[in-house]
């Protein structure tokens, strides 16, 4: 038979043989689907989760309260308010450092161009993603949710404290990346 | 027309279903309504995991455990779904149209042949037996038409009056291969009896040595009758909104769509009824000697068979993309049905003239070697791989 014409049949009966084939193979295949709320998602060390804000060694915060971020940020999610440092009981590593510091998640995109923009390595893009929410000033996350020492979302902390379990994270990484000093990373299970 | 001493039993026994007691019809009604029904809840589930394998993915298990009760939340959604009723619709139409659909679907399925004689505790495993059963499943399956016709019609859409005729119009074409493939069968046989076919089946050899051509006629129109892929222009859902139910929601719709497995069910019942033995299991099966005592139950080949066929149906709606509308007529009347009415042809000469029944089973053999040739002539040189594009990920 010659090359298909406009009204011709659709295809050769050996090609209908050939894909009943294939498609009998994938039936046994094994699926690629992730069980993502049962089984954690494993993440891309460079994914961009929430945003963690990391410590010196010594416990200073790195944040100098320069307001980079806020500047460099797109959708205008950041909020940055400075202070002088205390010199004798300092905050930061600076001569200032962040009083306020609030990100809006419900603007935010996730570009990661507030890490870009930071001097001093302060703000960086972590792995967490479960932040679905119900009220709106519950996306305004401030220092208190985002310093190194504060593992998991709001949502997540909060469920974990209602249940008394440790909080669930539904992700693994295989390795976290330098800049998150003090990061922990999850548990695997 | 005469079955001319080629197995027919030219005196029948009086008609066993005339025994049966009302309330026991009443009882098999019951369970066959109410296990179709479980049935098309099942098979939408299996359907759906079924494709997500082929799609390499999971499918619904979310609902129940492993996904068993997502039939009870589909039909719940389907019911408590707003329902719309257009603007200056036949409204009495409007809503008969899908009862009608699933009426007249659901009503054939009683007179399949379960078992045998006697196998539903001292009773028949039939709703009812009909000396023209065969004549009865195609008129009362043909009034399903009506149903969808109707519900293009009474829509008040110009939309689905189109794709209700056209529906229409590729239901009846399929309807006429149908019909004569079946004719084949019916006249070896010499009946219209669905169990005095099994039986003849039972001591001549399954329909499907004799007419193998008939067997895949049958194979494909009862896909297209039951609207299915790769022939369910009825419901074109992605070029043509559905065609005739574009403007049916909630309950409505899904009425729809249990006609349709409905239909599915009693063709996947009825190709082993005619073709494959019915609830027999293969003859050399029954010949072993543990194996023809341990699985001999009277139900458990017809489902196996059902189950069979059906998997068979959604393998192909995995694998085949929609024909398009030309090509579905083209296919129905330019080889689907001259094939029928030649097949038909031979059959009838073998009958008028007597000639052995062997030869049906010789020219069935040469039917499939010539397919083969035909397949392999026709296959196309393996195109070569495409080159590799940019510079790997």
């Given at each position: 038979?010659?090359?298909?014409?406009?009204?011709?049949?659709?295809?050769s009966i050996?090609?209908?043989?050939?894909?009943?084939?294939?498609?009998?193979?994938?039936?046994?295949?094994?699926?690629?689907?992730?069980?993502y709320?049962?089984?954690?998602?494993p993440?891309k060390?460079?994914?961009?989760?929430?945003?963690?804000?990391?410590?010196?060694?010594?416990?200073?915060?790195?944040?100098?309260?320069?307001?980079?971020?806020?500047?460099?940020?797109?959708?205008?999610?950041?909020?940055?308010?400075?202070?002088?440092?205390?010199?004798?009981?300092?905050?930061?590593?600076?001569?200032?450092?962040?009083?306020?510091?609030?990100?809006?998640?419900?603007?935010?995109?996730?570009?990661?161009?507030?890490?870009?923009?930071?001097p001093?390595?302060?703000?960086?893009?972590?792995?967490?993603?479960?932040?679905?929410?119900?009220?709106?000033?519950?996306?305004?996350?401030?220092?208190?949710?985002m310093?190194?020492?504060?593992?998991?979302?709001?949502?997540?902390?909060?469920?974990?404290?209602?249940?008394?379990?440790?909080?669930?994270?539904?992700?693994?990484?295989?390795?976290?990346?330098?800049?998150?000093?003090?990061?922990?990373?999850?548990?695997?299970? | 027309?005469?079955?001319?001493?080629?197995?027919?039993?030219p005196?029948?026994?009086?008609?066993?279903?005339?025994?049966?007691?009302?309330?026991?019809?009443?009882?098999?009604?019951?369970?066959v309504?109410?296990?179709?029904?479980?049935?098309?809840?099942?098979?939408?589930?299996?359907?759906?995991?079924?494709?997500?394998?082929?799609?390499?993915?999971?499918?619904?298990?979310?609902?129940?455990?492993?996904?068993?009760?997502?039939?009870?939340?589909?039909?719940?959604?389907?019911?408590?779904?707003?329902?719309?009723?257009?603007?200056?619709?036949?409204?009495?139409?409007?809503?008969?149209?899908?009862?009608?659909?699933?009426t007249?679907?659901?009503?054939?399925?009683?007179?399949?042949?379960?078992?045998?004689?006697?196998?539903?505790?001292?009773?028949?495993?039939?709703?009812?037996?009909?000396?023209?059963?065969?004549?009865?499943?195609?008129?009362?399956?043909?009034?399903?038409?009506?149903?969808?016709?109707?519900?293009?019609?009474?829509?008040?859409?110009k939309?689905?009056?189109l794709g209700?005729?056209?529906s229409?119009?590729?239901?009846?074409?399929?309807?006429?291969?149908?019909?004569?493939?079946?004719?084949?069968?019916?006249?070896l046989?010499?009946?219209?009896?669905?169990?005095?076919?099994?039986?003849?089946?039972?001591?001549?050899?399954?329909?499907?040595?004799y007419?193998?051509?008939?067997?895949?006629?049958?194979?494909?129109?009862?896909?297209?009758?039951?609207?299915?892929?790769?022939?369910?222009?009825?419901?074109?859902?992605?070029?043509?909104?559905s065609?005739y139910?574009?403007?049916?929601?909630?309950?409505?719709w899904?009425?729809?769509?249990?006609?349709?497995?409905?239909?599915?069910?009693?063709?996947?019942?009825?190709?082993?009824?005619?073709?494959?033995g019915?609830?027999?299991?293969?003859?050399?099966?029954e010949?072993?000697?543990?194996?023809?005592?341990?699985?001999?139950?009277?139900?458990?080949?017809?489902?196996?068979?059902?189950?069979l066929?059906?998997?068979?149906?959604?393998?192909?709606?995995?694998?085949?993309f929609?024909?398009?509308?030309?090509?579905?007529?083209?296919?129905?009347?330019?080889r689907?049905?001259?094939?029928?009415?030649?097949?038909?042809?031979?059959?009838?000469?073998?009958?008028?003239?007597?000639?052995?029944?062997?030869?049906l089973?010789?020219?069935?053999?040469?039917?499939?070697?010539?397919?083969?040739?035909?397949v392999?002539?026709?296959?196309?040189?393996?195109?070569?791989?495409?080159?590799?594009?940019?510079?790997?990920?």
């Open positions: 038979m010659r090359a298909t014409s406009e009204r011709s049949e659709p295809m050996a090609a209908l043989a050939q894909s009943m084939g294939i498609t009998l193979k994938a039936l046994f295949s094994k699926p690629v689907t992730i069980p709320p049962d089984a954690p998602v993440l060390p460079r994914f961009h989760g929430r945003h963690v804000l990391t410590r010196h060694p010594n416990g200073l915060e790195k944040c100098i309260g320069c307001s980079l971020c806020a500047a460099a940020c797109p959708a205008y999610a950041i909020y940055v308010e400075a202070a002088e440092n205390d010199p004798h009981n300092p905050v930061s590593a600076g001569e200032r450092y962040a009083k306020v510091y609030e990100i809006n998640m419900l603007r935010c995109i996730f570009c990661g161009l507030c890490e870009e923009a930071c001093t390595g302060a703000v960086v893009m972590g792995y967490d993603f479960e932040m679905a929410d119900y009220r709106y000033s519950d996306f305004v996350y401030g220092k208190e949710d310093l190194v020492e504060v593992q998991g979302t709001k949502p997540q902390r909060r469920e974990a404290a209602y249940t008394g379990k440790p909080i669930k994270r539904g992700y693994t990484v295989p390795y976290v990346r330098p800049e998150l000093e003090g990061v922990k990373p999850p548990e695997p299970k | 027309m005469t079955g001319i001493a080629l197995g027919a039993d005196t029948p026994a009086a008609d066993p279903s005339a025994t049966d007691p009302l309330w026991m019809v009443g009882i098999k009604a019951f369970l309504i109410f296990g179709l029904l479980t049935a098309f809840a099942y098979m939408t589930l299996i359907e759906r995991r079924l494709l997500a394998r082929i799609q390499i993915r999971q499918g619904p298990n979310r609902v129940g455990p492993d996904g068993l009760l997502q039939p009870l939340a589909d039909a719940i959604k389907s019911i408590f779904k707003e329902d719309l009723v257009v603007a200056k619709a036949d409204k009495v139409v409007f809503v008969l149209a899908p009862m009608i659909s699933v007249f679907a659901v009503l054939t399925f009683g007179l399949i042949p379960f078992g045998p004689k006697d196998a539903f505790f001292g009773y028949d495993p039939w709703v009812i037996n009909l000396d023209v059963g065969l004549l009865y499943v195609f008129a009362v399956s043909e009034i399903a038409i009506y149903g969808i016709f109707l519900a293009g019609w009474a829509s008040n859409s939309y689905s009056l209700s005729l056209r229409s119009a590729s239901l009846i074409s399929y309807e006429l291969a149908l019909g004569i493939s079946l004719l084949a069968p019916v006249l046989v010499g009946s219209l009896n669905l169990r005095e076919i099994v039986e003849w089946q039972h001591q001549n050899g399954w329909l499907i040595l007419a193998l051509p008939a067997f895949a006629i049958f194979l494909l129109t009862s896909m297209a009758e039951a609207a299915r892929t790769p022939f369910d222009l009825p419901e074109a859902e992605q070029e043509l909104v065609g139910n574009t403007e049916y929601s909630s309950i409505k899904a009425l729809f769509q249990m006609a349709e497995y409905i239909h599915l069910i009693t063709a996947s019942a009825l190709i082993p009824t005619l073709f494959l019915g609830w027999r299991m293969p003859g050399f099966l010949q072993l000697p543990l194996i023809g005592g341990l699985f001999a139950l009277p139900y458990l080949w017809m489902f196996v068979k059902i189950a066929f059906l998997f068979f149906f959604i393998w192909v709606r995995g694998t085949l929609r024909l398009r509308y030309d090509q579905l007529m083209v296919f129905s009347w330019g689907l049905f001259p094939l029928a009415l030649a097949w038909f042809l031979l059959s009838a000469l073998v009958v008028a003239f007597k000639w052995p029944i062997a030869v089973g010789w020219l069935s053999l040469l039917s499939l070697v010539v397919f083969l040739a035909y392999l002539l026709t296959a196309r040189p393996k195109p070569r791989a495409m080159p590799r594009m940019g510079a790997g990920d």
